[in-house]
């Protein structure tokens, strides 16, 4: 649908709506035979009456409908630019902020009413959370970086990352090499994509698009048609400017992938 039939259909809409309202308020004030002329007078400016022939209400729906519309269509747009106009005025919005929260201190001491006083676990400053919070976590801290410079420090079998995979007393290199055996298509991948990024190739690709791709071949080498081991092979090469998109990307056996070498 063109903006211009919505436009009409909404002016109708609008239009009709209005007819309804102002018919509504004439038979309130034929049933009320008391009101003199002065008080019809007053209950019209209160009914707040719009004339939908008067040109200028007609513009301002117009531009209403407009923004309303080109908000929906450029959401994305309008996204990145908001974050473009926060980061060229950081220092701006940080006093806006401060002042801010000195104009409304005293909401945030009604609020910290129903929470409870407790202590960061690194740098031991005070501060509120809900009951909830206090009572779900072993220590609580005030920021992220408290977190980070405290984790630091923590036992391993306590650490979220390694709870029911890394044993007591195991070391990372045992752990690593346990985990690089159990999925040989992820360590493929993101080696792929550490050469991709040494190249400084466009793009990126995804293990799900390769998977699809794949599929889609039916498990076949691209070349022989064949039911091997498959591997990435790049359309046009990273060493001549290729990307590194899932569209330059196409399934080859080892022996087809070592033959094809750097040709496009």
């Known amino acids: 649908m063109n903006n211009n039939n919505i436009l009409e259909e909404f002016f109708v809409w609008e239009e009709k709506n209005l007819i309804d309202q102002n018919q509504n308020s004439l038979k309130n004030e034929k049933q009320d035979n008391s009101v003199t002329t002065i008080e019809t007078k007053t209950n019209l400016m209160q009914n707040d009456w719009r004339d939908i022939t008067d040109p200028k209400l007609r513009k301002k729906m117009r531009l209403r409908e407009y923004h309303k519309n080109y908000r929906k269509t450029n959401k994305d747009k309008l996204k990145t630019q908001r974050k473009q106009r926060n980061y060229n005025n950081k220092n701006l919005l940080k006093i806006?902020?401060?002042?801010?929260?000195?104009?409304?201190?005293?909401?945030?001491?009604?609020?910290?009413?129903?929470?409870?006083?407790?202590?960061?676990?690194?740098?031991l400053k005070i501060f509120y959370v809900k009951l909830s919070y206090h009572n779900k976590y072993k220590r609580l801290f005030c920021s992220r970086k408290c977190y980070g410079e405290f984790r630091k420090f923590i036992p391993v079998n306590e650490q979220s990352a390694y709870k029911g995979v890394r044993k007591v007393g195991e070391s990372k290199q045992i752990y690593h090499r346990r985990y690089v055996k159990k999925h040989p298509e992820l360590i493929a991948h993101l080696k792929?994509?550490?050469y991709a990024r040494k190249k400084n190739a466009d793009g990126s690709h995804t293990l799900?698009?390769?998977?699809?791709?794949i599929i889609r071949f039916d498990n076949k080498c691209a070349f022989c048609k064949e039911t091997k081991k498959l591997t990435k092979d790049h359309i046009i090469p990273l060493s001549k400017g290729g990307s590194d998109f899932i569209t330059n990307i196409q399934p080859l056996c080892r022996s087809c992938n070592s033959k094809k070498h750097n040709k496009i």
Do not use: G, M, P
């Open 96 to 123: 806006q902020r401060k002042e801010w929260y000195k104009n409304n201190k005293h909401k945030f001491k009604e609020k910290n009413k129903t929470r409870i006083e407790v202590s960061c676990k690194n740098c």
């Open 192 to 194: 792929a994509r550490r």
């Open 208 to 213: 799900k698009e390769w998977d699809d791709l």
